[in-house]
C-alpha cells in the first residue's frame, strides 16, 4: 500500500502542520478520533480553488496560499494588547467572552454569573471524559467543506453558551476574538443553544491588536434557536488589512421563531463569511443583511445558503458593497425551497457600489425551487455613484469626498437600519465612517 503526503501548491506538507499542533489539541478518545477524520477529509481535498462551484470567486490557492502554524498561547504581553483593544471596541454593558490568538482569557472576560445562561469553554467540554457526546461538538450539519473539516480539526477553544427557555437577556453576550500574533492562526468554534421563547442578543467582533501581521483567523459558530425563540446577531469583522478571516456559521430555527442577522466587513486582506441558515419549524421569520466596505486589493466574499425545508417560513436577505482601488467583493446568496416547503416567502437583493474602474464586484444570486406554492424572487445591482446627485451636492458647496460619503452612507444605509439595538447600530455606522475617513 502506498502512502502519499497530501500537500498544498505551495509544497506545505498538511500532515505537519497538524502533527505540530496535536499536542495542544483539547480531547483525547472519541474527540481525537474526530479531528484526525476532519483533517483527513480537508488534507484530500487541500485548499478550496476555482474549480469548486462554491469557491470559485474565493481561490485560496491562490489568495491565501497556505495555512499558517497554530498560533503561541497568548503571554502577559499579548493579554494586556488585547485588553486594550477589547477596551476600544467601545460596546459598553455586554456580557464580553474574549478569546485571544484561539484562547478563552478569563481575566478578560465578563465572569459575573447570569442565572439564564450557562458558559463554560470548549476546551473544557472537550476534556470532559464523563461526557460521551463531547465529539459532536466538532460536527456540524452543513455540505462538506475543506475549511469546515480544517476548523473541526485544528480547533483549539472557543464557547458553549446554554440560554434557558423563556430568558429575556438585558445585555447582549459578545463573543470578541482578538489577534496578537504575527504570522499564525487561530481556531475557534462556538455553539450556541436558544432555549424556546428567549430573546437574545449575540454579537461577535474580529479585531487585530496594533503590530499584529499577517495572522490567520479561522472560526465557527453553530446556533441552535428554539421554538418561539428570537435572537438578534451583529458580526463586525475589522481584522487587520493584511490579515485573513475565514468563518462559518450554522444556523437552526424551530417553530416560530425570528433570526434578525447583520455583518459588516471592512478589514482583512481575505475573508470570507459562510453561512448556513436552516428553517426547520413552520412560521419562522429571517432577516439577514450584510455590508463589505472594501479598499485596496482587499477580497471580501459573502455566501449565504437559506434552506427552506419545512412549509410557511420567511426569509429576507439585503447585501450592499461599496468597492474602492482594486477591491473584490463576492457575494454568493442561494435560497432552496425543499419539496414539502409550500406557501415558503423568500426575497434576495444584492447590490454593489463601485467607486473605481479597477474595482469587481461578483454577485451570484440563485434560486432552488423544489415546491410550487411558493413566493420567491431575487435581484443584483452594480452601479457607480450618481453623477446627477453628486454635482447636486457639489453645487451646494461640499467637497468631493463628503459629497461621496453622503451618497456611500445613504447607500449601506437600508441594510445597517436593521440592527434592532440602538447602541449597535451606531457602531456599524462609526465603522462605516472611520473606513470613510481612510479613503482620503
Known sequence: MNVALAKSPTGQPFGDLFAAARGRLPGSGPVA?????????FAAKGLPHRRVEEWKYTDLRALLREIAPLAAEPDKSAIARAAAAVKALGIDGSHKLVLVDGSFIAQLSDAAPLSEVHVRTLREALEDAGDDNRASLLGVNTPPDAMISLNAAMATDGVVISIKDNARLSRPLHIVHVATAARASAFTRSLVTVGKGAHVTLVESFVGVDGADSYQVHDALTVSIGDGAELQHVRMMEDARNAANISTGVFTLGARAKLNTFGLTNGAAVSRYQGFITFAGEHSELTTNGVNLLGGKRHGDTTLVVDHAVPNCTSREIFRAVLDDRAHSVFQGRIIVQPDAQKTDGKMMTRALLLSDEAEADNKPELEIFADDVTCGHGATA?????????????RGLPEKEAQALLIAAFVGEAIES??????RELAVAAAERWLTTRG
Not at 383 to 395: C, I, Q, T, V, W
Open 419 to 424: 440592527i434592532a439595538a440602538d447602541d449597535l
Open 383 to 395: 452601479g457607480a455613484l450618481d453623477e446627477s446627485l453628486l454635482f447636486y451636492l457639489r453645487a
Open 33 to 41: 478520533a474526530a479531528r484526525q477524520t476532519a483533517f483527513d477529509d
